[in-house]
């Protein structure tokens, strides 16, 4: 991972990783030491799928998942009932 962020060996300020603040930066901020001020949020990586098509394969992976989990939730109550039959 260093030399994937720093590869010329050398520190550099990185988004959402680190940055160097300065006594004026830190002051600016109140005096809070929170990094999250500081180095603020990287760069999200370009999905090559646009938004509706990703959240269409989302919708129907959901749809699965609620149909397998009725399925599960079935079994299990026909597995109680047989056990409180005994």
Same mark, same amino acid.
């Given at each position: 991972?260093? +030399?994937?962020?720093?590869?010329?060996? =050398?520190? $550099? !300020?990185?988004?959402?990783? =680190?940055? %160097?603040?300065? %006594?004026? !930066? %830190?002051?600016? *901020?109140?005096?809070?030491? /929170?990094?999250?001020?500081?180095?603020?949020?990287? #760069?999200? $990586?370009?999905?090559? @799928?646009?938004?509706?098509?990703? &959240?269409?394969?989302? *919708? $129907?992976?959901? #749809?699965?998942? /609620?149909?397998?989990? +009725? *399925? &599960?939730?079935?079994? %299990?109550? *026909? /597995? @109680?009932? $047989? &056990?409180?039959?005994?």
């Amino acid at each position: 991972m260093v +030399a994937e962020k720093f590869p010329k060996g =050398c520190y $550099e !300020d990185v988004p959402g990783l =680190c940055r %160097i603040a300065t %006594i004026k !930066d %830190i002051e600016a *901020q109140g005096w809070s030491l /929170n990094p999250g001020r500081y180095v603020g949020v990287a #760069e999200g $990586e370009k999905e090559a @799928v646009f938004f509706k098509e990703r &959240l269409e394969e989302l *919708q $129907e992976e959901l #749809e699965r998942l /609620n149909a397998e989990a +009725a *399925q &599960l939730q079935s079994r %299990i109550a *026909q /597995n @109680v009932a $047989e &056990l409180l039959e005994v």
